[in-house]
């Protein structure tokens, strides 16, 4: 499969996928960050599951993939000081004759590297997100995972943002405050960005 690029929605990419035509589409969307990333793996990658953020909030994914593999690993990010930046596996079938299934997977964050999990076997894929950060994965999946791309955003969380959000939480609290002194005849500041 080659790469393709569309532009989506919150300034995000489609790149990929890499692996097989193998199993049904799923999409995971476009969020903040990603969270933590659960692989179950043996021969192959069996399944993935994404905890995502969505502007400081948890949201989990759906697993895509199937039940088997003896393996399993969980990669916790420290979102929003550490980002994923770089995937990198490989694929193959995993019998003869049948579809190319996603072999291994590395993940980079920019801090750390986790991986490889699975079987390095098979053709190559590499993707580092050039100035942007993972936001969500899409791909095929069915008994095994047949396919994985991504959607990178070209924005990266900073530390305005992560003071815009606690500030956005604060001044809900400073209106509540506010209309509670007014009501008993003072006054009530408040204050927003």
């Not at 996928?17 to 179950?40: A, F, K, M």
């Not at 949201?59 to 690993?73: M, Y």
């Not at 990010?77 to 190319?100: A, D, H, K, T, W």
Request: proline share 4%; glycine share 16%; aromatic share 12%.
């Amino acid at each position: 499969m080659g790469i393709r690029f569309i532009a989506l929605r919150d300034n995000g990419i489609l790149l990929g996928p890499w692996g097989g035509n193998g199993g049904d589409i799923w999409e995971d969307g476009v969020h903040s960050g990603v969270r933590d990333i659960t692989l179950v793996y043996g021969d192959c990658i069996d399944s993935i599951l994404v905890t995502y953020d969505n502007n400081g909030k948890p949201v989990l994914g759906e697993k895509h993939g199937g039940i088997s593999g003896s393996k399993r690993a969980q990669i916790k990010l420290q979102f929003p000081e550490e980002i994923l930046i770089s995937v990198s596996g490989r694929y193959c079938p995993v019998v003869y004759g049948g579809s190319p299934v996603i072999r291994s997977l590395t993940f980079k964050s920019n801090k750390r590297t986790f991986g490889p999990f699975g079987i390095e076997e098979g053709t190559p894929f590499n993707f580092l997100a050039n100035g942007g950060h993972i936001v969500g994965f899409y791909g095929r999946s069915g008994w095994f995972l047949d396919s994985l791309g991504f959607c990178l955003s070209t924005t990266k969380p900073n530390l305005f943002r992560r003071i815009h959000l606690m500030f956005k939480g604060l001044n809900a609290l400073a209106i509540k405050e506010g209309e509670y002194n007014k009501t008993k005849g003072s006054k009530g500041y408040s204050f927003g960005i």
